[in-house]
């Protein structure tokens, strides 16, 4: 069982940068690819940017409508996620997951709300 907490969301205007954080308490969380997706009001959840273990041989990757404004990283040491955010757009509005993932994206947070202004 994998807990995982998010914060470091928050009101922010448009070109401003926020970093979310996620704490992940709980077994083997050093094998798990980590991610985060996000969720507006009435769409549907999307993907934003996974890392996978560092054991794995993957790479980050990115949803392209973030890619060169959001960074994932991890430190194995805190159990922690994060998620730094630069030059946000109003259309980056949304509830913000965590999520890890050995074969599916088995557990999830609670999520941290991000509004960007315009």
């Known amino acids: 069982q994998v807990q995982l907490v998010e914060s470091g969301g928050g009101l922010v205007q448009a070109g401003g940068s926020l970093r979310l954080s996620c704490a992940a308490s709980?077994?083997?969380?050093?094998?798990?690819?980590m991610g985060w997706f996000r969720q507006a009001p009435g769409k549907e959840r999307e993907f934003v940017a996974a890392?996978?273990?560092?054991?794995?041989?993957?790479?980050?990757y990115y949803a392209d409508s973030v890619k060169g404004r959001f960074t994932i990283s991890r430190d194995y040491a805190k159990n922690t996620v994060y998620l730094q955010m630069n030059s946000l757009k109003p259309e980056d509005t949304a509830v913000y997951l965590c999520a890890a993932r050995a074969s599916t994206w088995d557990y999830w947070g609670q999520g941290t709300q991000v509004t960007v202004s315009s």
């Open positions: 709980g077994r083997t969380f050093s094998t798990y690819t």
């Open positions: 890392i996978p273990w560092s054991g794995s041989g993957g790479s980050t």
